[in-house]
Structures are given as C-alpha cells and as structure tokens.
C-alpha cells in the first residue's frame, strides 16, 4: 500500500500498553501502521516521517524532548504536547484546578533542600531561611504527603506522620522540588478517561492492588450524584468562576 501514515512509539521499561497499541494498530491495516521509534543523531534536514508520535518517557531520556518539538515542527502530532511540559507539574495543576472550582488537597511549594554546587548561597538570597514550617504544616495537616513537584511513578513520595517525619523525608529530598499536600484518606478511587471536554469516562482504580488488577472492577456504576460530579470536574466548565 502506498502513502502509509506512520505512528512512532517512545518507550521506556513498559511493554503492555506499547505493544497493544502497535499490534492493535497494524491488525486494522487501514493504511496506517505503527512501530517503537528507533532515532541517533537528528540533523535540522532529517525527516523523520511520522504523523503521530506517542511519547511514554521523555521525562527519563531529555533528548527526546528536543527531538519531538522537532517532530512538531515537521506537522507531527504528539501525544503527549512536548510543549505542555514546561506548564506542567503538580503545583500550579493543582492551583489551576483549584482556581477552576475542583476539590483538591491543600497544597504547598516547597524551596529546594538542595541545589547544585555551582549555586552558593549568594544565588539564594530571595529565599527565606528558615522556612516557617509551623505556617507550612497548619496550612496542609497532618498527616501529610510530600512528594515532587514533578515526579512519576510514585519516586519519591512519602506520607509523613508529624514533624520528624517531615523533615528526615524533606533532608533526603536533594535537589528535587517537593511539594507538601494535604493527605486525602480516600474510599473510594476514581480515574477520569478524557478525550476532549465531551467524551469523559469516570473508573474506579485501585492503587492497593497488583499494577493490572488496578482497574478490576473498574466499570462498576459509581452512585449517580457522584457520577455527576466527577464528570463535572472534569470538564471543568460548570463551576468555573469565570477565569
Ligand atoms: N494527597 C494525597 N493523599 C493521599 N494519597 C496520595 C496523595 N498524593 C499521592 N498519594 C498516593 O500516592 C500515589 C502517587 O502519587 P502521585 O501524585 O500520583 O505521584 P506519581 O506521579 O509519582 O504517580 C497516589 O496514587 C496516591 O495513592
Ligand atoms: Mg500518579
């Protein structure tokens, strides 16, 4: 067949969903096939041919995160938006869904503990020290979590119980931007799958349980006023105050 549409794959250890996708991809043969992407040096004249990308780990491996704006450039879709990464990290999502009128945990930016050897303590005169911590914890409670401001995978994130807690967790944080956040106790876990503002898919998930019986159960029907809710917050137009 000629004018095949590509789908290139960016991968790290995952194998489950990749390879699904790929398989699932290629058994329709609608013109479109998919494969992992293999990518070395990339000149500013390289095609690299694909009308869609899907990227799974460019946090790990930077040198994806150029090659992808690039793709861009040449009309390539890329899911995720290399572009959004500079927007995004757990701080200011959880302030903007805060400000669009979603329950979230209170939430605290941390200074760094850490900094590289380069930065002296002249390059940190806007930062107070010490942090007042007494404001900090009766702002969030405790127990509470701390975690990256960008992070995946559960790295690096600790449930502390009081102060010592805190601080042994913060002192091992290094270099790393932490967040301090309200602990939720949750019942009952709920993942939204959403492809726009319409198509909204509320599953339970359980993190409790092995990495693929997490969504086991997951089309149980949730009671219907929650059911409502979730879907509105998700779609984030309802109770938004009018940004
Ligand atoms: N504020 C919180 N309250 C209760 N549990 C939390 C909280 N933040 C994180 N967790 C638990 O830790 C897990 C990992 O946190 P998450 O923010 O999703 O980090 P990551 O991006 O590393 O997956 C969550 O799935 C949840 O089980
Ligand atoms: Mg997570």
Not at 12 to 22: K, V, Y
Not at 30 to 46: E, N, P
Not at 53 to 60: G, K, Q
Not at 142 to 148: D, Q, S, V
Request: charged share 20%; with cysteine.
């Amino acid at each position: 067949m000629t004018n095949q549409l590509k789908v290139g794959l960016l991968v790290g250890r995952e194998r489950s969903f990749p390879d699904a996708l790929i398989a699932e991809i290629n058994r329709r043969n609608q013109g479109v096939t998919a494969d992992y992407v293999s990518a070395g040096g990339v000149t500013m004249d390289d095609l690299l041919g694909y009308r869609v990308l899907v990227d799974r780990i460019s946090h790990d491996v930077p040198f994806y995160q150029p090659l992808l704006k690039y793709a861009v450039l040449q009309g390539t879709y890329v899911i995720n938006n290399p572009f959004w990464r500079i927007a995004d990290d757990k701080f200011f999502g959880t302030a903007l869904a805060h400000r669009l009128g979603v329950a979230v945990p209170k939430t605290v930016v941390l200074p760094n503990h850490s900094h590289s050897p380069d930065v002296s303590s002249e390059s940190l005169r806007n930062l107070i020290y010490p942090l007042g911590w007494e404001r900090i914890v009766n702002y969030v409670g405790l127990p509470a979590i701390l975690k990256p401001h960008w992070g995946g995978g559960w790295r690096h994130v600790h449930l502390v119980h009081d102060m010592e807690e805190l601080w042994r967790a913060y002192d091992n944080s290094g270099r790393l931007t932490m967040i301090l956040q309200e602990y939720i106790q949750w019942d009952q876990y709920i993942r939204c799958l959403c492809i726009g503002q319409d198509n909204i898919l509320p599953v339970r998930w359980d993190p409790t349980r092995p990495h693929f019986e997490r969504y086991a159960g997951g089309h149980e029907p949730l009671a219907p006023e929650l059911h409502g809710r979730v879907v509105a917050d998700a779609r984030c137009v309802e109770s938004s105050p009018g940004l």
